[in-house]
């Protein structure tokens, strides 16, 4: 079975431009959240979806957005990227409950210049 | 609120020797705790998991963990160490609500031949 796909796996965008990274979970896997981990750091939380609605925010600004879509997959939007978005973007499924862990996917590695 | 603290970002081992990686949660509830490996340039592998049940977990790969209320530990062990465990390692606490989770800063560990 697929694990969860992230693409692109890797971008340079430029300061103030938008970007836009998908993820697609494991199959039958309901729950997407999406996590920023700057160099260096762990993992912060960025979203959390589940049956298209959102389920939890964390600490970001308005320029970070997400949507699930009807399969599932999802995507995270950021407009007028700041170089300190540059990091590496975790997506993470599971089927319905955070109690049995998330499996993550490889990541987006988003360089803003 | 939750958070989780790892105590020592970077740890070297000589192979064969024990791995012992510390994690300490702050919690006013029985936590959802979780290690994470992650190897470079990849996402994040669950480790294992401590969900009330047992207070020693066992994981994949060899490692274990112990939950120790009295203590808000849970670190991670293994009895010997191989080179393929070098690794960064992270320990997280899920949110008494919501689903996010909560990672630690991350311990970078070295096996040395």
């Known amino acids: 079975d697929a694990g969860v796909t992230q693409s692109p796996t890797h971008l340079i965008k430029t300061r103030g431009q938008h970007v836009t990274l998908r993820c697609s979970p494991i199959s039958g896997h309901k729950s997407v959240s999406w996590y920023q981990q700057v160099l260096g750091q762990g993992p912060q939380f960025i979203f959390q979806y589940y049956e298209k609605e959102e389920r939890g925010r964390g600490n970001f600004p308005d320029r970070f957005s997400a949507r699930q879509f009807p399969n599932y997959s999802s995507e995270l939007n950021v407009n007028a990227l700041l170089l300190g978005d540059s990091a590496l973007y975790l997506c993470?499924?599971?089927?319905?409950?955070?109690?049995?862990?998330?499996?993550f996917g490889s990541g987006t590695r988003l360089t803003v210049v | 609120a939750q958070s989780v603290t790892q105590l020592g970002s970077h740890v070297s081992v000589s192979e064969g020797a024990l791995v012992l990686l510390r994690c300490n949660y702050s919690?006013?509830?029985?936590?959802?705790l979780f290690w994470y490996v992650q190897y470079p340039n990849q996402g994040l592998q669950l480790l294992l998991k401590?969900?009330?049940?047992?207070?020693l977990v066992k994981g994949i790969n060899g490692f274990e963990a112990e939950f120790k209320k009295s203590e808000t530990s849970f670190h991670l062990t293994k009895p010997s160490a191989h080179m393929s465990d070098a690794a960064e390692y992270f320990c997280?606490?899920?949110?008494?609500?919501?689903?996010?989770?909560?990672f630690g800063t991350g311990t970078s560990l070295t096996v040395i031949p």
């Open positions: 997280a606490v899920r949110a008494n609500t919501g689903n996010q989770f909560y």
């Open positions: 919690s006013s509830v029985p936590p959802y």
């Open positions: 993470a499924s599971n089927p319905d409950s955070a109690n049995y862990g998330y499996t």
């Open positions: 401590y969900t009330s049940a047992a207070t």
